[in-house]
Each structure stands twice: as C-alpha cells, then as structure tokens.
Nanobody, 111 residues
C-alpha cells in the first residue's frame, strides 16, 4: 500500500522559509517522479514543482527562484525548500506520485 506523509508546514511571516518533507512507502521510490502540488482556498489544485528519477526538475513560474525540490532516495523522501515566502503561497501542500496523494500540510504566510 502506497503511503505519502507530508510534514513541515506551519505559519511563517512574509519573506520567511519553510522546508516541507514527504516520506513515501510502499513504492520503489527511486523509480518514480515525485511532485508537490498546492491548493489555496477557493482555488484549483496546482502543480508547484516536480522532480524526475533522474533529478530533472520543473517549477511553476510563480515559485521559480524561490522554491527548490530535491529527493533523497536512501530515505524515500522528497523535499520542498521554500524561501522568500509570500502571502499568496498560503495553501495546503500535497505530495504526489503517480495517482497517489498525501494528506497535505498547511502553509500559512502571514504577518
């Protein structure tokens, strides 16, 4: 059974940083691309960043230069380092692989 467990969300002031983690189990982690999505209240879920098994990365234009996705295959974990956070980054952040989703972690950027 595939499980994805996100952690690392919280409340941060504008300009601050957070690092999200997503621990995966039940899959051959190193063989799959991993992705982070987010969903703000009243909005559709959107792709934030993805990383292939060869560690090629993709970023949404809204986070380029501020967010960094990475993976540790030894720990079956994918990370999202978020810097220079803005209020518009406030959302529930989800980890995804294939058609599996984690439960999400809330990120709130507010002064």
């Amino acid at each position: 059974q595939v499980q994805l467990v996100e952690s690392g969300g919280g409340l941060v002031q504008p300009g601050g940083s957070l690092r999200l983690s997503c621990a995966a189990s039940g899959i051959s982690f190193r063989l799959y691309s991993m992705a982070w999505y987010r969903q703000a209240p009243g909005k559709q879920r959107e792709l934030v960043a993805s990383i292939s098994r060869a560690e090629s990365t993709f970023y949404a234009d809204s986070v380029k230069g501020r967010f960094t996705i990475s993976r540790d295959n030894a720990k079956n974990t994918v990370y999202l380092q978020m810097n220079s956070l803005k209020p518009e980054d406030t959302a529930v952040y989800f980890c995804s692989v294939v058609y599996y989703w984690g439960q999400g972690t809330q990120v709130t950027v507010s002064s």
